[in-house]
């Protein structure tokens, strides 16, 4: 049984996920296709993964979805209610990529950020060589606030990681 939609938009949901979605967020996180882009260095068994679902007032997680059927994952995490600002994190699976569904399922995210939790600010990285996920967010209205230079060692080489920001005013 699927969750519950929390957020709607055109084309795409967001619903909670489940104890039952393990297996479908496992099976993604770990291809080798989409955990390059994580910075992951240990395969995400059902151990790591019931863990990773084990939340705080800190994170929270989404399935963006098409017709009832799960797309990718997002998630907003580092949140301080305090200072008013989070960090988002996504993927599509590979299957479905290329149809603007990142973008559609960031935008949500963002909904869910600035109205329903009242985060000033949202930040997001991105490893060089990410050019997808980096179009994503400048069409979300994110802007490029910084860059780290060969911060992440992934499959054998130092990346660089550019962060990017949008503010809840940019809207």
């Known amino acids: 049984m699927p969750g519950p939609i929390y957020l709607e938009g055109e084309r795409l949901a967001l619903r909670t996920v489940e104890p039952e979605d393990e297996g ?6 770990n291809d080798p296709e989409l955990r390059r882009w994580f910075g992951k260095h240990e395969p995400m068994d059902r ?18 979805c098409r017709g009832g059927e799960p797309v990718g994952f997002l998630w907003l995490f580092r949140i301080d209610d305090v200072a008013g600002r989070g960090e988002i994190g996504y993927w599509i699976r590979p299957d479905e990529q290329g149809n603007g569904y990142a973008t559609d399922a960031v935008e949500l995210g963002l909904r869910y950020a600035f109205d329903e939790r009242g985060l ?42 550019h962060l990017f920001g949008r503010l809840n005013d940019d809207r």
């Open 24 to 29: 479908f967020v496992r099976r993604h996180w």
């Open 47 to 64: 151990e790591r993964i019931e863990g990773f679902f084990e939340t705080g007032a800190d994170e929270v997680h989404f399935l963006p």
């Open 120 to 161: 000033h600010k949202v930040m997001a990285r991105v490893f060089e060589g990410n050019t997808p996920s980096r179009r994503v967010l400048e069409k979300s209205g994110f802007e490029e606030e910084g860059h780290l230079r060969e911060h992440y060692y992934v499959d054998g080489e130092y990346l660089d990681t």
